[in-house]
């Protein structure tokens, strides 16, 4: 249900906010990637409420350095929404500079979160109210990579305790045939991300046509994101143009504009739209443009996790939203978690999914 009159940041900007002071909470955790995952808490309070919000800034370092220097920010005082995210645009919230430059729209997102939790709070409401719609429930999608060398174990031993589960899979070049075949079988694969346009990363995926042909012919209903447009992959997905979706490079309305084609689909992670008024902007255009959006995560730990599930139940329930409970991304999922379509779960007042911050 869309939300009535005027733009969804419009709805956001004006609520008052209190911060009497802050704090910031470590977190980590193995997850099915091989990593050990770490993000940071950020617990701000004032005028007896408490907002929360989550830094997933991707480099351990980051966080280490963060949080030895503990609250060390100027953010105490009365401020409105927007005031206080034209705030936090101006401090430099990296004690030194970060290991990569995305890592600051991370953290600006983070602080917003728990901003906007905090003031939602402080008002007595939830945030589906202020927007003026309503969270419905929620598809995800579990999202993988299959190790080196590739093997269908990840996504065997899920289904096995989750038949009906669905999945965004990471292609790699060390995927054969056998293994693609089996994937197929499975029928439960929606999404494939060929992490074409990182660079640096530990999930780089150089451009490998034949890669690229054998897994768009193999899922021909499965979305394709974030591929690598050489000259010889792009002659081969372009009767594919529909499925393709794009991640790594949205960061704003303007990159959208700025893709090589129209889309039909992209993917909106809140942190990687870097605040409030970005990523409500980019809301307000896909569903003005008719593009379709679904939402998606950066292992999150803690309450993030969430923050964009609720997020997703607003603005894009139905699609393959990569935003699985916590426990899916566990090296080993434990029996019991909740299955998709995730119940609406929004606390009674703030920015919160499921539970009250402490």
């Not at 065997?156 to 999945?167: A, D, K, S």
Request: net charge negative; hydrophobic share 40%.
């Amino acid at each position: 249900m869309s939300g009535a009159g005027g733009s969804t940041w419009s709805r956001l900007a004006g609520l008052a906010l209190q911060i009497e002071e802050y704090e910031l909470q470590g977190l980590a955790r193995q997850v099915s990637s091989a990593f050990e995952r770490k993000t940071t808490v950020i617990r701000i309070r004032g005028a007896g409420a408490v907002g929360v919000g989550e830094d997933v800034t991707y480099d351990a370092v980051d966080h280490e350095i963060a949080q030895a220097a503990g609250p060390s920010l100027a953010l105490a005082g009365d401020w409105t929404l927007a005031s206080f995210s034209e705030h936090i645009a101006e401090l430099d919230l990296f004690p030194e500079a970060p290991a990569r430059e995305v890592s600051r729209r991370y953290r600006i997102w983070a602080y917003e979160a728990a901003a906007l939790d905090l003031a939602l709070r402080q008002a007595g409401q939830p945030l589906h109210t202020v927007l003026g719609r309503a969270p419905q429930p929620l598809t995800f999608v579990v999202s993988l990579r299959l190790g080196e060398p590739p093997s269908l174990e990840p996504i065997r031993g899920r289904l096995e305790l989750y038949p009906t589960l669905r999945f965004k899979l990471d292609p790699t070049s060390s995927w054969d045939d056998s293994l693609i075949t089996a994937l197929v079988d499975t029928g439960a694969v929606d999404s494939v991300d060929f992490k074409g346009l990182y660079t640096g990363t530990i999930v780089d995926q150089p451009a490998d046509p034949d890669l690229y042909r054998r897994v768009v012919e193999a899922f021909p209903e499965a979305w394709i994101e974030d591929p690598k447009l050489t000259p010889e992959i792009d002659e081969i997905l372009r009767p594919h143009r529909d499925r393709i979706t794009w991640d790594a490079s949205i960061h704003s309305v303007q990159d959208i504009l700025a893709l090589p084609f129209p889309p039909k689909m992209v993917n909106l992670k809140p942190s990687r739209l870097g605040g409030l008024r970005s990523l409500t902007e980019a809301y307000d255009y896909c569903e003005r443009e008719g593009i379709g959006a679904y939402g998606g995560g950066q292992f999150e730990l803690g309450p993030g996790r969430g923050q964009i599930q609720y997020l997703a139940a607003m603005f894009h329930p139905d699609t393959p939203n990569d935003v699985a409970p916590t426990g899916y991304n566990l090296p080993r999922p434990e029996p019991g978690l909740p299955p998709s379509p995730l119940a609406p779960a929004s606390s009674p007042t703030g920015f919160g999914w499921g539970e009250e911050p402490a």
